[in-house]
């Protein structure tokens, strides 16, 4: 039996220009920044306190940087967050 050859994208799923991606990353990153989203901040990720360790420059898989620029840690572990799910302390 031969393994199943991979061209490294998933079924219906576009490929994304990497330039293009990369600025909107880049600028979700700068729009949690500007609103107050800096590392050391103390955040909360609902109700529960954390800590901005990060920020998320991923531009592939589940949870990239364009929708989820903050990395947080908090008692449960460390997370990456949208700014619509984190508020300032």
């Known amino acids: 039996m031969a393994a199943k050859e991979r061209n490294g994208s998933r079924p219906g799923k576009l490929e994304q220009d990497s330039e293009r991606y990369g600025r909107s ?24 306190p954390g800590i ?24 449960l572990g460390v997370t990456k967050c949208g700014m619509d799910e984190v508020s300032l302390v």
């Open 52 to 75: 901005v360790v990060g920020y998320n420059i991923a531009s592939f898989g589940q949870f990239v940087g364009n929708a989820y620029p903050l990395v947080v840690r908090t008692a």
């Open 25 to 48: 990353v880049g600028s979700a990153v700068n729009a949690a920044i500007n609103r107050g989203f800096v590392v050391g901040r103390e955040v909360l990720v609902g109700s529960i």
